[in-house]
């Protein structure tokens, strides 16, 4: 089989390849038993994988990854001399099929080729596990000289080869290293069975820094994504799938822990022994929390992988599309009777396919009220086109942009699956969801779940109040885009948006992007019921009474639009706040009510506008008063855009610049000791007057104020 051409490929000399297997089999003990010993004395002093602190250490390192790389190279000699198959089982080779006792002496050299390159395996693993990029490469290069065929299948294009044979990654070492990579020692020593008192101690003394154990370095998933996923849509395919499959062993793993310690807290009397009971939660916390680092590692990859293929043009090799293993390619005849191998075989337009036939069938439910004639001819059309669809040709998993999308929508649902993800990350993973995973899947709507769950989590009761969170506010922007593209049914959503409505919000970092929400999600929509609309004025009117001015000056202009598109709410700034007699009429609003149906704000009344018409800042004092006098035919709506971007800067900015330009009179002083603009000087003092005139008025003191 021809080698791909890509990492490490060149890795064999004349004189290597001539080795007998006597001398290759000496040299490949020699270079494991090194390993070995390296690897327990490293253990013995305990010496940081990732790199040592002594000289020695990393001279160690160095010869270590030239013993690796030695074996990668023996390897790769074997794999092209036919002599070692990673696609055959282990347990399989040497079983007695050659005739003797044994085996043939042919079948137990594979054996113990397979059980060597297993060993070479685990010590890559290992230095990948600890933080080396060594090793990382040296894997990446065994993945690229280490095919399997895919079974079946012939490429009779491929003069490389003989045989003809297609050749794909080794999906189990490519599982093996992205467990690796986003993994660590506790996670892979997790189980439900009792641990020694050796294992429980040495646990304890790093249960301070697990954090920082379980957390993959970025230079380690940077290189993974930069030089080994980002340049081969094959690699990507095959990584989608290896987390969704890393994940399901993950969960499956938690649910024994749960099951064996409920079992444990269940067959003692936690009254009597309450520490059984501890310990039973203390481990189910422990793996809840080694999962959530492993999920923020996965997260952290999948968010590197923002190519997913959306065309068939992505995955063409004449477009460009680079693949570790190329695919294969296939005759008119082979595509015409090529049966499909293994679930991977798909038309290219499976999805025409699904269109087709649905529509054949409502052409038979028709065709049996209709005459015989019309049938026929719809039968023979339909056959006509279902023979052009077996007509296209047939592509391999990997090089199908459905197959492409469905496998990074999985993983991405996989691993939002697992519990406790930090919130550092959570945040990027929602953001990344709203703006890119949802335009990609084919199937977004299955997101509607976690978008739900984290606005729950997001969202907390504390003694001042709502703690709106960032995460919360990602989580309804989110439902927003599945409800205005998608077309999911939410209708917890503006009660949602309404819980956010807190002063505090006002004074957030993340307020443009809460602000940019709640404007598209009310002037999106012109079937908003009354009460919604008049509920959001009233909280809104609220928020700008003790907020900044700058979310003033927005609050206001909403309201304003949102009176001017819904008539049926001028009620609320037309409503006279005395009764006939003289009273004045009670606020009916239900400020602490989360029920927009429950408010009563179409009863109550927009008060709050008088008050805001008397706001030290002219801009908000002015637009409190024009709101309601405004010509709903003529006057445009405001750009709610114009109005995101003020800050406190921003408006002191715009008014320095305005008292500056010279307006109200004065000339510049240029040169030496003249004085300041006039427009510039602001008053900082008030004298109450004494009379009409001044004092060096003629007349001065002749109308006096009393």
Known sequence: MAAPKSFHRNSTTPSASSASSAETAQEIKSLLLQLRKSSRLRQKKKLPGGGTTTSNGSERDRDDALRLDQLRKIFCRLIEQHELDLSTNTNNLGDGSGGSEGGSASSQWKTWLSTQH???????????????????????????????????????????DQNGAVGMISERLLNKLVEAVVKSRRCFNSSNEEVSKEQ?????????????????????????????????????????????????????????IRKYAKTKIDGKDIHNDEQEGTAGGSSIAKAETNLGLVAENMCRLLLMMDYVPKSSDDLAVESGAGYLFPPPIFSRNEE??????????????????????????????????????????????TSQSH?????????????QPYRHRFAYQEAWLSVLRLPNLPPRTQKRVLQHLSTYVLSVCPSPLRFAEYFTTSFKGGTTISSNGFNNSLASILSLHGLFILMLDHQLEYPQFYNSLYQLLHPRILYTKHRSRFLRLLSKSLSSNSMLPAYVVASFCKRLCQLALSGPPSGGLFVLALVSNLLRKHGECACLIHRSGKHEDGGLIEDVFVEDETDLAKTRALESSLWELSALERHYHPAISTLAKSIGTENDKTTALYDMDDFMVHTYKSLFEQEKKRLGSGAGGGGTNSGGGGGKKKGGRVTLTF????SLF????????IFKCS
Request: proline share 2%; charged share 35%.
């Open 336 to 381: 015409e009777g090529g049966d499909k191998v293994e679930g991977d075989w798909k038309d290219d337009n499976d999805e025409d396919a699904t269109d087709a036939s649905d529509s054949s069938d409502e052409d038979d439910e028709e065709d049996e009220s209709g005459d015989a004639t019309t049938a026929s001819k719809k039968r023979k059309k």
């Open 694 to 701: 001044t004092k060096d008025d003629v007349f001065g003191g």
């Open 200 to 256: 429980t101690e040495r646990e304890e003394e790093e249960e301070e820094s697990s954090e920082q154990q379980l957390m993959t370095e970025e230079s380690m998933l940077t290189l993974l994504e930069a030089e080994f996923i980002r340049p081969h849509r094959d690699i990507q395919y095959f990584v989608c799938k290896a987390v969704h499959q890393i994940v399901l062993d993950l969960l499956a793993g938690y649910d024994r």
């Open 687 to 690: 004298v109450e007057p004494e």
């Open 387 to 399: 023979q052009g669809h077996r007509k296209k040709t047939k592509l391999i998993a990997w090089q």
């Open 118 to 160: 297993e060993a070479f395996i685990g010590h890559l693993l290992e230095g990948v596990v600890d933080g080396k990029t060594t090793a990382l490469r040296t894997y990446c290069g065994v993945l690229a000289s280490s095919p399997v065929n895919i079974s079946g299948v012939v490429d009779s294009t491929n003069s490389d």
